[in-house]
């Protein structure tokens, strides 16, 4: 990522579910260790606010343990929100290119699949992260909707990549890909099963986002806005998005 950006800084953080039945078992043994040699279940945890320093992420990534959960989604969105809405418990910048890779072999819980645990309070979109960095409203607030990441992406201006495995690639794909992604300036990759693929694939998706420009607006609907732009010195067009871009482009 240094050779294609000058002022990189990079975080950790990994999530689980929520600690309540029937995502996660609450027999105690397995509140203790889900499975053998594994660390107890918790929703969202921030293990490393964004940094310049590499060698820290790596230790932080390395000593980290597994969980395990009961149902095969897991918490990731809870995840997501957290890791967008709290800027300075994370460590985001104001004038930078925000980048957050979701890396998963599951799928996802979302608004309205709380209930089976209980829990009926809506997601409130806002930051909930202790001292230590966990999340403290998992078991009291329902998972965020699609929407709501949706919304807090644009209004946060970050990108999510989500680096996922082949099993996976579709359900995820369907939030990114199309004329109307369902999450906005999002990317898709498929993450091989040993993850052998991660830099190359975090970087193919960074040149990406960084290789377009597309305008937009917040007209009201009785408000018609036409967009024309002549993209690489070509010829100019309606169209609000310019492709291929490269620094010093216009």
């Known amino acids: 990522m240094r050779k294609i950006t000058s002022n990189f800084r990079l975080g950790f953080g990994s999530f689980v579910d929520k600690v309540v039945m029937p995502y996660v078992s609450t027999v105690r043994e397995k509140l203790e260790e889900p499975c ?12 490393m606010k964004l940094d310049t320093n590499a060698n820290e992420f790596v230790r932080k ?24 809405v709290c800027k300075n418990e994370i460590g985001w910048r104001e004038k930078s290119r925000k980048m957050l890779v979701f890396t998963t072999d599951s799928g996802f819980h979302y608004a309205g699949d709380g209930k089976l645990g209980g829990i009926v309070k809506p997601n409130d979109g806002e930051c909930h992260l202790d001292r230590s960095g966990l999340y403290t409203e998992s078991t009291t607030q329902d998972y965020p909707s699609i929407s709501q990441i949706n ?16 099993n996976q690639f579709d359900i995820y794909r369907q939030l990114a890909e199309g004329l109307n992604p369902l999450i906005e300036g999002s990317t898709a990759g498929k993450l091989e099963n040993d993850s052998s693929n991660i830099v190359d694939l975090i970087q193919d998706e960074y040149l ?8 937009k607006d917040n ?18 067009e309606e169209t609000k998005i310019c492709r291929g871009l490269r620094v010093g482009d216009s």
């Open 61 to 84: 990534v390395g000593e980290t343990q597994i969980s395990g959960n009961l149902d095969a989604p897991e918490g990731g969105f809870d995840a997501i929100m957290q890791a967008i």
């Open 219 to 236: 007209a009201t609907d009785n408000v018609k806005i036409t967009y024309y732009s002549s993209c690489l010195n070509q010829k100019k």
């Open 208 to 215: 990406k986002i960084t290789s377009a420009i597309e305008l």
């Open 151 to 166: 919304h807090k992406v644009k209004d946060h201006h970050v990108n999510v990549i989500f680096a996922v495995t082949s």
């Open 36 to 47: 053998t040699g594994c660390a107890a279940p918790y929703g969202f945890r921030n293990h």
